[in-house]
């Protein structure tokens, strides 16, 4: 079965920063494109960033290019999103999602249940 478990959400004040990770389970993270999306009150799910299994190749979302980076631990399978100078509008649950590549149209094939991140300004 299938796990992506994501943690690391919580509320913090704009202009800090956290990280999320999310612990891959049920499937080899090799081979695996992996990425984060988000998804804010009243607006649809939106893409964020990805990284590629082969060489680790990361692909951002305009709004968060130069203050989040996303990385992979395949020692531990897991997937991390570190987000630095943090605004009120990054406030939004985000997901982890194994894709088909890393591209902002990317098919997701698994999801995980979402951790809940508030920027208070």
């Known amino acids: 079965q299938v796990q992506l478990v994501e943690s690391g959400g919580g509320l913090v004040q704009a202009g800090t920063s956290l990280r999320l990770s999310c612990a891959v389970s049920?499937?080899?993270?090799?081979?695996?494109?992996m990425g984060w999306f988000r998804q804010a009150p009243g607006k649809e799910r939106e893409f964020v960033a990805a990284i590629g299994w082969s060489d680790a190749s990361a692909n951002y979302a305009d709004s968060v290019k130069g203050r989040f980076t996303i990385s992979r631990d395949s020692t531990k399978n897991t997937v991390y999103l570190q987000m630095d100078h943090l605004k009120p509008e990054d406030t939004a649950v985000y997901y982890c999602a194994r894709t088909s590549d890393t591209i902002p149209t990317t098919y997701v094939y698994y999801w995980g249940q979402g951790t809940q991140v508030t920027v208070s300004s």
């Open positions: 049920g499937l080899s993270f090799s081979g695996n494109n």
